[in-house]
């Protein structure tokens, strides 16, 4: 399998700048989840698509994050109008079809907001 | 509530020093049970999957076992390059699908 590719790796932006981040997942992989990870912590749900449809939003997702999968390939995460709390990695993972299936992740992109 | 325990939180080894690491869950109708090692500045790469009491899978140095309650990461005679972090995560299943509930890790050091 080639794995999943997430771009950019490294992202530093000033306070209230937008940002958009990138995920190309394995490619026979249907299922896509976003999470956050911040240093010494395990990762943290944010959001989960099944092709195309985005089924589940964490609580953690406030309205400035939206995340889209057109055509149920790639998929992109915006922030918009960035806080200083959004600092963080930023984790795509995928996995086939059935529920017990394990979840192969990217390299993330880490965000810096100055 | 769901919730993933893990300790210690940092463990140092020294080369061939064995040791376990122990991961506590608390989730409704357990699903299978993820570990994943995670080096600085990557994402976490997938290691075992252990789906029911009593299983145990094993990879070189590592071997995870499961119980109703926890998972051990058993590491014998390791490396440095064994040196990272390792995650535990369980499936939460809502709608078909799962997501992950990860503890907060154990930073594994093993020096020569």
């Known amino acids: 399998d080639t794995g999943v590719s997430q771009d950019p790796r490294h992202k530093i932006t000033k306070r209230g700048q937008n940002v958009t981040f990138r995920c190309d997942p394995i490619s026979e992989h249907n299922r896509l989840y976003w999470y956050r990870q911040t240093l010494g912590q395990g990762p943290e749900f944010l959001t989960y698509?099944?092709?195309?449809?985005?089924?589940?939003k964490s609580r953690l997702l406030s309205d400035r994050f939206s995340a889209e999968r057109p055509k149920g390939s790639f998929s992109t995460l915006e922030i918009q109008r960035t806080e200083q709390g959004d600092s963080a990695m930023y984790l795509c993972?995928?996995?086939?079809?059935?529920?017990?299936?394990?979840?192969?992740f990217g390299d993330g992109t880490r965000l810096s907001i100055l | 509530e769901d919730q993933v325990t893990q300790s210690p939180e940092a463990l140092r080894l020294q080369e061939g020093e064995s040791s376990s690491l122990n991961c506590s869950y608390t989730?409704?109708?357990?699903?299978?049970l993820f570990w994943y090692r995670q080096d600085p500045g990557k994402g976490p790469e997938f290691l075992f999957t252990l789906y029911s009491a009593g299983e145990e899978k094993e990879k070189e140095r590592l071997k995870a076992t499961l119980t109703k309650k926890e998972s051990f990461l058993h590491i014998t005679a390791p490396k440095p390059e064994d040196s990272a972090t390792y995650l535990c995560a369980v499936p939460v299943v809502s709608g078909g699908y799962n997501k992950l509930i990860f503890g907060a890790g154990t930073r594994l050091a093993v020096h020569p």
């Open positions: 698509f099944q092709n195309e449809a985005q089924l589940e």
């Open positions: 989730v409704s109708g357990l699903r299978g």
């Open positions: 993972a995928t996995s086939r079809g059935a529920v017990n299936q394990p979840q192969h």
